[in-house]
């Protein structure tokens, strides 16, 4: 089954994504907070991270930032589809800067969002 780590710092939106995840057949750990999304990853490396660009402490520039360099051990990467309310360029060039796949703004419908992550994690692996 593959894994998805969604981290908002906004519960009722982690949840409704949880849910709509799950749903759809995945298995979907959640965090509330750039720190713990790190020590989740340290744990288990999902296949997905649906990753909320603002957040208070540590914002999610910083943990895809950390991701990528390394921080965090794993044989994969997983693909980090960051979201945010304010898709400026600025936001899409520092998202793309510290190794983000993907910056969607949260006003995509959940569906589109979904058929989104379907691409990357259902389409069949290169040959």
């Known amino acids: ?23 759809s057949g995945y298995e ?19 296949h997905l ?12 520039i910083e943990v895809c930032h950390q991701i990528r360099k390394g921080d965090i051990p794993s044989e994969r990467q997983p693909v980090i589809i960051m979201y945010t309310a304010n898709d400026s360029a600025e936001n899409r060039m520092s998202s793309h800067a510290a190794g983000a796949n993907e910056l969607v703004s949260k006003d995509v419908p959940v569906e589109k969002l979904t058929a989104k992550i379907n691409g990357y994690l259902l389409a069949p692996a290169p040959t």
Do not use: F, N, Q, W
């Open 49 to 60: 991270v649906l990753l909320d660009v603002m957040m208070p402490g540590m914002d999610g």
């Open 1 to 23: 089954m593959r894994k998805i780590l969604v981290v908002d710092d906004e519960a009722d939106l982690a949840h409704l994504y949880r849910l709509v995840l799950e749903m």
């Open 28 to 46: 979907v750990r959640a965090a509330t907070s750039g720190k713990e999304a790190l020590r989740l990853l340290r744990e288990d490396i999902p």
